[in-house]
């Protein structure tokens, strides 16, 4: 319907003709104004590419009505086409006011650059750029850690300043309500890694050994890595809005003006209680994952709990236990920091506190599996 209506207007405004085998005769009918929705050089490139293909170019403007820039700019379209095919243009038959503006925008050549090109980055340059961005991502957020430590040696010396209560209710945010959760996610965890290993196992007859899978990968990497990513999702991102709606608030501000330093008045609290309580989450999380476990192995492989929880019991050791705490403890840390980084970097409007809670999830869970092979490595360096 919108291309038929485009050239029903066309067709109005504009006919062609031939005056002979090599001048085309271009006429003008109606009243060109913008808002009609004129038609554009392309109709008259298609006449040039007829047989004979004219040489010349001229106009009949005996019917043409009232006009605005729209007849201009479909003017110049077809200068452009003449310069570009070679032809003589006769602009003689045209009201004088167009053909001094005809005239005008021939004299004064468009400017270099004048029109914007879409170009298309390279591989290279687009690895380059997300490299750097990457880069400058790291720099920002070791930066901001640096200053976290530095307002964690002011607060050994005494001179920190932050409510206690507000450490009370994060505490009890990040540590009571979110056991339900992970709970939750555990418990399965521990299914699906006991089922993917009874699978296995029993085709050798070791489905005992089910128990040390889970109890293993439980305590030393999946127990602390799952309640990260969780707590990242959760946690972190709620103290990214938290601080970002207080930027857009210009509560922050405010702090800063009643010499009151935001960095320990909002940031302590959410990284003690962050590292605090995730260690705890952690241990819950290994009892629920092997409990998942044990559940598989009870109902698929007809093994019994106290059968299970005595394998298990020989396969992990405290090492293992306590090596999964450190590194919550250290996850608790990179969320916590991450989500109020996010939080100070807010923009001024309500949708860049979406963002900012967005890119406080993304930045906590990428640099948790990062820390996570860092650990593997070191780990199985030292041996542990």
């Known amino acids: 319907m919108q ?36 038609p554009n050089a392309s109709v008259v490139e298609k006449q040039l590419d007829t047989t004979p293909k004219p040489t010349k170019i ?35 038959p045209l009201p004088e006011g167009v053909r001094k503006l005809i005239a005008l925008a021939e004299a004064v050549p468009e400017k270099t650059g004048a029109r914007a090109e879409v170009t298309h980055a390279s591989f290279l340059q687009e690895l380059g750029e997300a490299t750097l961005s990457y880069t400058q991502g790291l720099n920002e957020f070791l930066r901001f850690l640096g200053e976290v430590t530095m307002a964690y040696m002011k607060l050994a010396t005494g001179k920190a300043r932050f409510r206690k209560v507000d450490l009370m209710v ?73 601080l970002g709606s207080m930027k857009v608030t210009q509560e922050i501000d405010a702090l800063t003006t009643m010499g009151i330093s935001p960095l320990e008045f909002l940031v302590l609290p959410r990284v003690t209680a962050l590292f605090l309580m995730i ?16 559940f598989v192995a009870w109902s698929m492989l007809n093994i019994s709990l106290p059968t299970y929880l005595r394998e298990t019991k020989n396969a992990i050791t405290l090492t293992m ?64």
Not at 63 to 82: H, Q
Not at 323 to 347: E, M, S
Request: glycine share 12%; proline share 0%.
């Open 3 to 38: 291309a038929q209506k485009q050239s029903e207007q066309s067709g109005e405004l504009l006919s062609f003709a031939r005056a002979d085998n090599s001048t085309l005769v271009i006429k003008l009918s109606g009243d060109w104004h913008m808002r009609r929705g004129l």
């Open 58 to 92: 001229t106009f009949d403007a005996s019917e043409l009505g009232e006009w605005d820039s729209g007849l201009l700019t479909f003017l110049i379209g077809v200068s452009e086409l003449c310069h570009k095919r070679k032809l003589e243009a006769d602009w003689s």
């Open 170 to 242: 994060v505490i009890q945010d990040c540590g009571a309500s979110a056991f339900g959760i992970v709970a939750l996610v555990t418990f399965l965890v521990g299914n699906i890694l006991a089922f993917m290993g009874a699978v296995q196992l029993q085709q050798f007859g070791a489905t005992i050994y089910v128990a040390d899978l889970v109890g293993i990968a439980m305590t030393r990497d999946m127990g602390a890595m799952m309640t990260a990513i969780i707590m990242a999702g959760r946690t972190g991102a709620a103290f990214a809005a938290q």
């Open 279 to 294: 260690p705890l989450l952690c241990v819950f999380a290994d009892c629920l994952g092997i409990l998942g476990g044990a």
């Open 321 to 384: 236990i306590f090596g999964g705490i450190f590194k919550a403890a250290v996850y608790g840390v990179i969320i916590a920091v991450a989500g109020c980084l996010r939080g100070f970097q807010c923009g001024n409007s309500s949708s860049a506190v979406g963002e900012a809670a967005t890119e406080a999830v993304v930045t906590g869970i990428v640099y948790v599996i990062v820390a996570c092979g860092i650990f593997a490595f070191v780990f199985n360096v030292l041996g542990i």
